[in-house]
């Protein structure tokens, strides 16, 4: 999705389209106030900004969310999609 479609979506449906990026509610209700972003860069600062007040139950919570580092997820929802193009610089290495 581009960050002018992203900026103009409904609060519920900005909050649905990052829903598969992090599972912690709280961050996903900021990111969706903070918009507008002027840039790709301004929301990943963002992003980044809100996920260094985490405390420890967020802190796991969004990872225990996440799949494992090089796990392929299979069918064709919205978070296995991101989660193959997200893992697929891993596709060539070792298990280990």
């Known amino acids: 999705?581009?960050?002018?479609?992203?900026?103009?979506?409904?609060?519920d449906e900005a909050?649905?389209?990052?829903?598969?990026?992090?599972?912690?509610?709280?961050?996903?209700?900021s990111m969706v106030a903070g918009r507008p972003f002027a840039t790709?860069?301004?929301l990943l600062a963002t992003a980044d900004a809100l996920a260094r007040q985490w405390q420890q139950p967020e802190l796991e919570?969004?990872?225990s969310a996440?799949?494992?580092?090089?796990?392929?997820?299979?069918?064709?929802?919205k978070e296995s999609v991101l989660s193959r193009?997200?893992?697929?610089?891993?596709?060539?290495?070792?298990?280990?």
């Open 40 to 42: 790709i860069e301004a």
């Open 66 to 77: 996440h799949p494992r580092i090089g796990e392929r997820a299979d069918g064709a929802d």
């Open 15 to 29: 909050q649905s389209a990052i829903r598969h990026c992090v599972a912690i509610p709280h961050w996903q209700q």
């Open 1 to 11: 999705m581009e960050l002018a479609a992203f900026n103009q979506l409904s609060a």
């Open 61 to 63: 919570a969004a990872l």
């Open 85 to 96: 193009g997200e893992q697929s610089a891993m596709q060539q290495a070792d298990y280990a």
